[in-house]
């Protein structure tokens, strides 16, 4: 088993932290974690990593607000936007200038589909793969949703929060451990809680406006819809869905909950294989 690497770039003027992996020659795949409380790149990637380490060179960044990279919230920005921006300025100073498979869990997902559809932000993407991630809001299960962003870092919130993720916490003892642990860092709870936060006076939350699912009509780029069929948070049915409204969109349907990659990477590595290869 060869080691994860690990380092630190500026990028967009932000500290990121990014684990490599894999051989410089081989095909390069981004995989852009999910957006739970205590996760990073490590926690969401790590033993997919270890099951592609070679087929790809592998780039897995923690994203703003997440594990070792800086924290930040921008009140006036969709938290979508600042994101995809930070990773085409991780990109632009990782010389990633070919096109490049993109993988994406959960948020990390919505983040690549829309790189993915809007090339605004400067991610050459080859192909991607979204798993349990639509883009934007369409299909989710807001109630579900509700559930898991309301978070107070203990050890059996952490538990509770992985156990909407995966089919079974069982055995889990270590990762929920790290969860928590993650979310302890200054700053991480802040940065995600920070979205909530509402004019006492106006008592609105005011977002940018979003144009989402338009940029869908006019993408170009392959993209591979992985659906949970005991997936708690999005609706049933959604990948097809999703696949249909692009010109090379796919779609299938595992046997797991909303994130696969965390506890059947097995799986998902074969899926990118099978898509990537």
């Known amino acids: 088993m060869n080691e994860i690497r690990s380092f630190f770039v500026r990028a967009g003027g932000f500290r990121t932290h990014v684990l490599e992996a894999g051989d410089s020659s081989a095909p390069t795949l981004m995989l852009i974690h999910d957006g ?4 990073d790149a490590m926690l969401c990637w790590e033993d997919v990593i270890r099951e592609l380490e070679t087929d790809f ?18 009140f006036d920005r969709s938290f979508y936007d600042f994101r995809l921006e930070h990773i085409g300025a991780l990109c632009a100073v990782l010389d990633l200038t070919e096109p490049l498979f993109l993988a994406g ?7 690549v589909v829309r790189a993915a559809a809007q090339t605004c932000w400067q991610i050459p993407v080859k192909a991607a793969v979204a798993i349990a991630g639509t883009g934007g809001a369409d299909f989710r299960n ?15 919130e952490a538990a509770r929060v992985t156990g ?3 089919l079974s916490i069982d055995g889990m003892e270590e990762h929920i451990r790290r969860r928590y642990e993650n979310s302890l860092i200054s700053g991480h709870y802040e940065a995600l809680d920070a979205v909530r936060l509402v004019n006492p006076t106006t008592g609105v939350l005011t977002l940018p406006p979003d144009d989402w699912p338009a940029p869908l009509e006019a993408c170009t780029v392959p993209i591979h819809f992985v659906e949970g069929s005991k997936d708690l948070l999005l609706e049933p049915g959604w990948a097809e869905k999703m696949a249909a409204r692009i010109q090379q969109g796919s779609w299938q349907v595992v046997e797991a909950s909303h994130e696969p990659n965390i506890d059947q990477p097995g799986t998902v590595a074969e899926i990118f294989r099978r898509r990537f290869t």
């Open 36 to 39: 739970a409380f205590g996760t």
């Open 57 to 74: 060179h592998i780039y897995a960044p923690d994203l703003l607000s997440w594990g070792q990279s800086q924290k930040i919230h921008f």
């Open 105 to 111: 869990s959960s948020f990390g997902a919505e983040l």
């Open 142 to 156: 807001d109630d579900v949703l509700e559930q898991l962003i309301d978070y107070t870092p203990s050890l059996d």
């Open 164 to 166: 909407m993720l995966v």
